[in-house]
């Protein structure tokens, strides 16, 4: 088993961390702050954000069930997928693993930070066997990505090959469950304590509805977590996104879980219409606010919706997915505007 500091860059380890204003002075008592070099006026704003947002992590804990020391906020889960990379992988040496296909960003990340992205593809049903990224994998393999549910192909993928692989593989699995409030499946979360070197990320983009203020999660063990406050930067969630994310918690559980029932009400009934549409060959089974569809003609259908206005993502070119359009889920509203749209095409 090698050691976190094995999987570690070794500059990464040796690194001397920037220590902020707001670290050397973490006390809340003092009335007169003259160390940031900070404007006094224009009150919040001239303040710098709490750098380990404290009180926001606090809060989640209790929401997560998970201890504050094992959260890593970022700008969006694209932060904590690129500090994965920054973290772990040494460029032109290390290589990544990842399921295909999946999130598009897993790849781009591994390309900007110039280390080797080895895809596996699914089976028929979209899932995996930890046998095959096992056997993908080398002595420099330093992390292996799955998503699930999966995105684009919307279904979670099985538990038992997850656990599979983090038992058997000795550097990091990063679970993405950017979807995982839509899913009937239990998260990974309760999983942190019996996997050392499991990651698990979440959002606040999609069940609850923040996409615009980015606020992404990582849930690890705390050695990990540390190492990725070492090399993030300082002031990485804004001070407003911290805030509107506190007030999200506090008053919007209920709003969540009402969305979430709304949008699953939905999906069901878009892909029972989708099924009976002469345009539709295949709906793909799904546990997202999106489900995947083969279609007869996947380019001439998605151009003559953008010319009604109506964007779907067109996925007819990704592996696996030939023919295929990912339809999120709207409003009754937007979804009927889309199923009107496509039942005059036929
Ligand atoms: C949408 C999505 C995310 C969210 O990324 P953010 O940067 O948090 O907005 C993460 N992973 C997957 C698989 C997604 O589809």
Request: hydrophobic share 40%; charged share 25%; with cysteine.
């Amino acid at each position: 088993m090698r050691t976190l500091d094995e999987l570690t860059r070794p500059n990464i380890l040796r690194l001397k961390p920037y220590s902020s204003a707001r670290d050397e002075y973490k006390g809340k008592q003092a009335s007169v702050f003259l160390d940031a070099n900070e404007n006094p006026y224009n009150h919040p704003y001239n303040r710098y954000p709490d750098p380990l947002q404290t009180e926001l992590k606090a809060r989640l804990a209790e929401v997560k069930g998970v201890s504050p020391e094992c959260i890593f906020l970022g700008n969006g889960s694209d932060e904590a997928i690129d500090l994965v990379y920054r973290a772990f992988c040494e460029p032109r040496v290390d290589n990544v693993v990842a399921i295909e296909p999946t999130y598009g960003m897993y790849e781009v990340c591994a390309d900007m930070n110039g280390v080797d992205y080895r895809k596996v593809r699914l089976d028929d049903a979209y899932d995996f066997r930890a046998d095959d990224m096992l056997r993908a994998a080398d002595g420099r393999t330093k992390a292996m990505f799955l998503c699930s549910p999966n995105n684009p192909t919307g279904n979670s993928l099985r538990r038992e090959e997850i656990e599979t692989l983090l038992c058997r593989f000795d550097g990091l699995v990063i679970v993405d469950e950017a979807y995982i409030d839509f899913s009937s499946r239990p998260s990974l979360l309760g999983e942190l304590a019996a996997y050392p070197r499991l990651i698990v990320l979440q959002t606040f983009s999609k069940a609850w509805g923040c996409a615009g203020i980015r606020l992404g999660m990582a849930f690890a063990a705390p050695d990990i977590i540390r190492i990725f406050n070492k090399i993030k930067y300082p002031y990485n969630v804004n001070l407003l996104t911290q805030r509107e994310a506190l007030d999200m918690l506090r008053r919007s559980a209920a709003d969540v879980e009402q969305w979430v029932s709304i949008l699953l009400a939905e999906r069901g009934r878009v892909m029972d219409a989708f099924r009976a549409l002469p345009c539709c060959r295949e709906v793909f089974p799904t546990d997202a606010n999106f489900f995947l569809a083969r279609m007869t003609d996947a380019d001439g259908i998605y151009a003559a919706l953008v010319s009604q206005g109506i964007i779907v993502r067109n996925r007819s070119h990704v592996a696996l997915c030939d023919g295929c359009l990912r339809v999120t889920i709207g409003t009754p509203e937007e979804n009927d505007a889309l199923l009107d749209a496509l039942r005059k095409m036929d």
